[in-house]
């Protein structure tokens, strides 16, 4: 029996099974589909505090976001890092004196040591203006974080099963039966096998479908509701030069993010549309595209249109209901809802956001400290993620280290593989003397060592898995390198 069983493997679900497990209770977590098969890879790929979030008062919300940008980029430095992002002041927009009043509480609402505070920039005097509309002179550029959000959920799930946590990919919880002192569940796997298992607490954290597992366990809901709303992204061939990025003002007061994407592109969003599961596929629509192309064109002298988007990808957020009229002022804090009444608990997450993960496990965790007293207290804070064992002011130096110990390997490769695995990049590399020792090459730098990672520790299943999610190699290969990394893993199934 477990002590905690989580149903959902996005951010929340993996960051709870992580700080449970560690705090030494029996784990398990259940994912209907690939880790990070939904949400948790669809953001807009910052760490921040959510500068706009100040105008709907959110104060809490922004500092303990603006607080967990250093903790996340200390624990996981090869996958988060800093990132300037420029806010061109529009006439008509916001007016330079709120967005720097914004900017000066957004830089003092919480401790910084790595992060630069917000300067002016003059526009037709920088890089940064370069690539802009002549009439925007001015500007402001603050600091906040980038994250590969697909493979933070990949790091926290490993760290997880590490300590001890079973994490079961591929398989979805079908059936619930309560009964006085635990949870009896019936999963299904991805090759329709039925297994039962029992939990003396079930976490459910599956995110858009967090009321659907409720209807399992027949309840019908608990006290909160979940809202969805649709979020889309496009990408685009690289707009400018630059490793920083753009935040816009669009006419309809929301604002669009503007990109470094995967070296060669530029991404852009989101949107925020009304959705319910019963609309089908989540997927970018004709007018969303049309949105984001528009917002970045009243900016940028380099004009897009939709003929130029090389991918998009679009996901829902279940924000916590606070039943506001527009989608765009819905919290995005989250709510917890423990449901005991006399028999096994359940507790049920609601909204959250990509930053804020960590923390929430830590009150989810707090949350049910009553139910096991006996627990250890928390330890994420200081504690670094799988590969993430170095200070991020080492990095670089720790790239340099890499090439002269792997001379054979190209340094494009080499370090796109220390962005994505870290110290952990040595479980791939060690005992290989020449590129030969790395196996087949399936094109734009992957080969057989590295897959074989991916599926031996990080529960990768499929050519999609290791595309889209453990990397982003998708954007570069081409439709029959991508065939024949299919077909290895169809050989594998059938043999």
Not at 353 to 373: G, V, W
Request: glycine share 8%; with cysteine.
């Amino acid at each position: 029996m477990y002590d905690i069983l989580v149903i959902g493997g996005g951010i929340n679900g993996v960051g709870i099974a992580r700080d449970a497990v560690g705090r030494g209770l029996k784990v398990g977590l259940c994912e209907k589909d690939d880790l990070a098969n939904h949400t948790s890879s669809a953001s807009s790929k910052l760490i921040h505090g959510g500068l706009r979030y100040l105008e709907n008062y959110e104060f809490k919300l922004v500092r303990e976001s603006l607080g967990e940008r250093e903790t996340l980029l200390r624990a996981a430095p090869h996958i988060i890092w800093p990132i300037k992002i420029v806010l061109p002041v529009e006439k008509g927009m916001r007016p330079a004196w709120m967005l720097r009043v914004g900017l000066f509480i957004y830089d003092h609402l919480a401790k910084r040591a790595l992060l630069p505070a917000t300067k002016t920039l003059n526009l037709r005097k920088t890089l940064q203006g370069k690539c802009l509309k002549d009439h925007l002179k001015i500007g402001f550029e603050y600091s906040d974080c980038w994250a590969d959000d697909a493979r933070l959920v990949i790091l926290n799930a490993m760290d997880a099963h590490e300590k001890g946590a079973e994490i079961m990919t591929h398989t979805e919880c079908v059936g619930l039966k309560r009964h006085p002192d635990h949870w009896q569940l019936e999963l299904r796997d991805g090759n329709g096998l039925i297994r039962y298992c029992e939990t003396k607490l079930l976490v459910n954290a599956a995110g858009p479908w967090v009321n659907k597992v409720l209807g399992l366990s027949g309840q019908i809901r608990n006290q909160s509701s979940v809202r969805l709303v649709k979020g889309s992204h496009i990408v685009v061939d690289k707009l400018y030069d630059g490793d920083h990025a753009y935040l816009f003002q669009s006419a309809d007061g929301r604002v669009i993010f503007a990109m470094p994407y995967e070296s060669d592109f530029t991404l852009i969003g989101t949107t925020e549309v009304k959705w319910e599961l019963e609309n089908g596929p989540v997927v970018i629509s004709n007018e969303e595209i049309d949105y984001l192309c528009s917002a970045v064109n009243d900016y940028f002298k380099k004009q897009i249109t939709p003929e130029d988007v090389r991918w998009s990808y679009a996901g829902v957020r279940p924000l916590y209901d606070d039943n506001s009229e527009s989608a765009s002022v819905v919290t995005r804090d989250y709510v917890f809802d423990l449901n005991e009444q006399g028999q096994a608990p359940i507790l049920s997450v609601y909204g959250g956001k990509l930053t804020t993960y960590r923390k929430l496990s830590e009150h989810a965790m707090e949350k049910i400290s009553h139910i096991f007293p006996n627990m250890r207290g928390a330890w994420t804070k200081d504690a670094s993620l799988p590969g993430g064992d170095i200070q991020y002011e080492e990095l670089q130096s720790y790239k340099m280290d890499m090439t002269a110990e792997y001379p054979w390997l190209d340094d494009t490769i080499l370090y796109r593989m220390i962005d994505a695995y870290g110290t952990r990049v040595s479980a791939i590399l060690n005992g290989k003397n020449s590129i030969a020792d790395l196996g087949q090459h399936y094109g734009q730098g992957l080969y057989d060592a590295e897959i074989n990672y991916l599926t031996q520790y990080e529960f990768a299943h499929s050519a999609e898995d290791i595309l889209w999610r453990r990397s982003k190699i998708g954007l570069q290969m081409n439709p029959e390198q991508i065939k024949t990394l299919s077909n290895r893993f169809s050989l594998k199934n059938v043999a």
